[in-house]
């Protein structure tokens, strides 16, 4: 049967390529997904439409099904049209549209008290514009089992094409919230007894020497490469350390830095874990 969608220059076509802009995903409510892994996890948040390739389709065929069951409305396109309404090179044959992620801040804040086995981890980007790492951390928060992430007012809208990719569908598995001030956030947490947590290189405690700070309720504030955190968060940190480093990099990027601050969070919780009941569920500033 020959796809649905032909033309390059369809009205569909230009409506699909507009959502790649953040004013226009704001007004619709909606943006895109691109790739067989991603689309995947994106079923599981619900899928408006699903545009297909005829490859794809013999390739994909459950994927189609099971966002058709979803009652996605699923068309078939031809390469060149998928191919113009994505933006990467090799979409892989699968595009689809999904309706927004993002939650309101008491609801992640909500869900991160939830979740951790009783002690939150909260991941928060103040004012990080590069899409590329703020999907590299929202994958890692995922990985390393926090409860929500919150990304500032001025950092990277996590729908953005790269953001998204840079997730590997993790964008679906955590609550996030966007747009917040720091102060916003700070009162929060102090509401829900999560400590806020920074790095910092220059700090006097090195990273494994506070397993207290890690074990306890935290906000992980990661800051943008250029600019660093607000002065407000470093005004009522909990803690702050550095990442050790014995090479001759004079730093790390903001991705890497993360992954490792998250992973030695998750190495000092899980060697109390399954030691009983403990008295570190709520931080006291």
């Known amino acids: 049967m020959p796809p649905e969608l032909t033309s390059t220059r369809s009205a569909r076509v230009t409506e699909i390529r507009h959502l790649h802009d953040r004013r226009h995903r ?72 999904c309706p927004l992620i993002v939650r309101a801040l008491p609801d992640v804040l909500g869900t991160a008290t939830r979740a951790g086995g ?54 679906f598995h955590l609550p996030i919230a966007t747009g917040a001030e720091p102060d916003e956030v700070i009162a929060a947490c102090r509401a829900a007894g999560i400590g806020i947590v920074l790095a910092d290189a220059h700090a006097r405690d090195a990273l494994d020497d ?9 906000a992980w504030v990661f800051g943008s490469e250029a600019h660093g955190v607000d002065s407000a968060w470093q005004a009522d940190a909990a803690g702050v350390v550095r990442i050790p480093m014995t090479g001759h990099a004079e730093s790390l990027n903001l991705a890497a830095a993360a992954a490792i601050c998250l992973y030695a969070t998750e190495r000092a919780r899980a060697s109390v874990r399954d030691q009983g009941p403990s008295d570190s569920g709520r931080f006291d500033a």
């Open 210 to 218: 506070r397993q207290d700070l890690l074990r306890s309720p935290a």
């Open 118 to 171: 009783g002690v939150p981890l909260l991941v928060v980007l103040d004012r990080v514009a590069d899409p590329g790492n703020a999907g590299t951390i929202i994958r890692s928060a995922d990985a390393m089992g926090a409860g929500g992430v919150v990304l500032t007012a001025g950092s990277v809208d996590p729908h953005n094409g790269k953001c998204v990719r840079s997730t590997a569908g993790s964008i």
């Open 26 to 97: 704001a007004e619709r409510g909606a943006f895109v997904v691109e790739g067989p892994q991603a689309v995947r996890e994106a079923l599981g948040s619900g899928i408006q439409e699903l545009f297909v390739t005829e490859a794809a389709l013999s390739r994909h065929g459950d994927i189609v099904v099971a966002a058709r069951e979803q009652g996605a409305r699923v068309v078939t396109a031809a390469d060149d049209v998928l191919a113009a309404m994505a933006e990467t090179r090799q979409p892989q044959g699968l595009l689809a549209v």
